[in-house]
């Protein structure tokens, strides 16, 4: 009996450590055959998606569509942004109107349940926040009984703003706006006294608003708010690509690999970075992608550090601190598991 057991053991371990075959998946086969991801963005939001005064498109979600398009093409150009509002921007997905939706969109059980949805690692941590103008003379969020409070239907700062409002018994007028563009209009023109979001969000509509000295973030935090890019379910491999895409930034910041230090890090003893960087083979082919992917994604869009740095970071107009996006060594919660 004990010869019978020992010999189920070893066929059930082969058989876990029996790596399935690799196949190419509906999507990237698709991704690859159109010659381009079609990526879903805000389209609006400053430092995250939208089109600079030449039109060319800037931000930390941009920069990431980039990234998973540096992964599969080796060109992080090879993107199509399609502006998306929160009320298409889950219906575009899952009709296959994009490949992936990269646009400050909250993890949460029911969309990835009810609404057939796959969060892949997060790209920014966030929080919910209240704008206000200095005017109002408001120190705290517990100070807002009766104001009337922009909000963006469907979505999860609604729910929020509603909640908070309800826990801590103040009254509120919500107005509800579909367009953030809109929105962000009725704030500034007066029609309400408060705007309500993550508060990267907020950073970035007072960073383009005429006066930005004259608004503030009040100090409370409501929510959080775990902003990932998002994929459909029912095609693992293409989750797999663009999560690995994605934590290839993160673990890149991690071993001290930049855009810049590359090309020498392939020279590198280390077994960890020669894996990371193609040198060991082994991960592109997990993927179904170059044995270089990660290589191509940091030496054309940067390491996680450089992408924050260079969209949302303290010498930007927006100047948000590191905080829970820091690296998990340096008190944040930014983690890639190890590529191997």
Known sequence: ????KAGILAVLAATVFMAPAVRAG???DAVKA???LQVGVNGALFGF???DEKGVWRGLDVDTARAVAAGIFGDPEKVKFVTLTTQTRFTALQSKEIDILCRNATRTLTRETELGLNF???NYYDGQGFLIPKKLGVKSAKELGGASVCVLPGTTTEQNVADF????KLTMKPVVIEQNTELNQAFFAGRCDVLTSDASQLAGIRAVAQNPADYELLPEIISKEPLA???????EQWRDIVDFCVLAMIAAE???ITSRNVEEMLKSDDPNIKRFLGVTAGNGKALGLDEKFAYNIVKLVGNYGEVFERNVGTNTKLAIKRGLNAQWKDGGLMYAPPFK
């Open 254 to 256: 991690d071993m001290g």
């Open 165 to 168: 409002f309800r826990a801590n």
């Open 229 to 235: 890019p998002v994929v459909r379910h029912g095609d």
């Open 120 to 122: 892949v690692a997060v």
């Open 34 to 36: 159109r010659g381009y």
């Open 1 to 4: 009996m004990k010869l019978l």
């Open 26 to 28: 509906e999507t990237l």
């Open 49 to 51: 998606g939208m089109p």
